[in-house]
T-cell receptor, first 109, second 110 residues
Framework: TQLLEQSPQFLSIQEGENLTVYCNSSSVFSSLQWYRQEPGEGPVLLVTVVTGGEVKKLKRLTFQFGDARKDSSLHITAAQPGDTGLYLCAPHNTDKLIFGTGTRLQVFP | NAGVTQTPKFRVLKTGQSMTLLCAQDMNHEYMYWYRQDPGMGLRLIHYSVGEGTTAKGEVPDGYNVSRLKKQNFLLGLESAAPSQTSVYFC?????????FGPGTRLTVT
């Protein structure tokens, strides 16, 4: 069984603050995805990272895939209330994704 | 494009009753998946399909059956519902790795 950990589990911050959430595993993955899920809705894909050391930016969100392809991080600059949601990492393993339990982010105005 | 749709959105069942959840996608995706999401447990894969007429077990398949008779539809069946199956169920489809999710079905078993 592959162990996938996301940290922190919960994060409450004020608008304008920066934050980083982490996704760690003991296994090597071919690729990894980040999803955001808002209350009452299904997860929505944010990004896919494939190459070790890869960095991708999506407006104020910066995603990094670890050099060894075992971990990833998501950094949000100047968080806004619209960033509130559950952030899920999902490494890809053969024909399935493995979802972490997520980081629940609350951004207060 | 409607994307991925799920029917119904909400359902309450009594223990022992049966029901079928329907997932439909209009993106011509080969892969389809059924997940359940419980507080603190994340998304867990129940069953999945890599093409029309195929199904495979995921992480938590017990108590569920699936069928993929048509490429665009993936059905999840509960033959004899149990309170432990109270959850939010999500369907997803993908062409390769990037999954597109439906809005979910909230099921309560009393």
């Amino acid at each position: 069984t592959q162990l996938l950990e996301q940290s922190p589990q919960f994060l409450s911050i004020q608008e304008g603050e920066n934050l980083t959430v982490y996704c760690n595993s003991s296994s090597v993955f071919s690729s990894l995805q980040w999803y955001r899920q808002e209350p009452g809705e299904g997860p929505v894909l944010l990004v896919t990272v494939v190459t070790g050391g890869e960095v991708k930016k999506l407006k104020r969100l910066t995603f990094q895939f670890g050099d060894a392809r075992k971990d990833s991080s998501l950094h949000i600059t100047a968080a806004q209330p619209g960033d509130t949601g559950l952030y899920l990492c999902a490494p890809h393993n053969t024909d399935k994704l493995i979802f972490g339990t997520g980081t629940r982010l609350q951004v207060f105005p | 494009n409607a994307g991925v749709t799920q029917t119904p959105k909400f359902r309450v069942l009594k223990t022992g009753q049966s029901m079928t959840l329907l997932c439909a996608q209009d993106m011509n995706h080969e892969y389809m998946y059924w997940y359940r999401q419980d507080p603190g447990m994340g998304l867990r894969l129940i069953h999945y399909s890599v093409g029309e007429g195929t199904t495979a077990k995921g992480e938590v398949p017990d108590g569920y059956n699936v069928s993929r008779l048509k490429k665009q539809n993936f059905l999840l069946g509960l033959e004899s519902a149990a309170p432990s199956q109270t959850s939010v169920y999500f369907c997803a489809s993908s062409l390769l790795y990037e999954q597109y999710f439906g809005p979910g079905t909230r099921l309560t078993v009393t």
